[in-house]
């Protein structure tokens, strides 16, 4: 079992920024890969951002290249997601995932933190 635990989401004006981090606990061996996810009212939850739990591997979507970065620190077990420039399409649920070692999707996820980007 892995468990996730997401800190760091609030309300910031438009161009602001924000840093969200995804504590991760339990079967940290089995770890393969870890992906940011958000979902908005009224639509479905998106892919954000996802990082290799070794190496150097990152992966964003469109929206995200260029103002997010996906980074981990594996002594400490977290993995974090920092967001600049955001906009009022920013704001959602963001959600931490995990994808474990020979499955292919994200198994395990967080309670979700709320990021709000007032205008």
């Known amino acids: 079992q892995v468990q996730l635990v997401e800190i760091g989401g609030g309300l910031v004006q438009a161009g602001g920024s924000l840093t969200l981090s995804c504590a991760v606990s339990g079967r940290t061996f089995s770890m393969y890969y870890m992906g940011w996810f958000r979902q908005a009212p009224g639509k479905d939850r998106e892919f954000v951002a996802s990082i290799a739990w070794t190496g150097s591997t990152t992966k964003y979507a469109d929206s995200a290249k260029g103002r997010f970065t996906i980074s981990r620190d594996n002594a400490k077990n977290t993995v974090y997601l920092q967001m600049n420039n955001l906009n009022s399409e920013d704001t959602a649920v963001y959600y931490c995932?995990?994808?474990?070692?020979?499955?292919?999707?994200?198994?395990?996820w967080g309670q979700g933190t709320q990021v709000t980007v007032s205008s």
């Open positions: 995932a995990a994808r474990t070692i020979g499955s292919g999707a994200y198994g395990y």
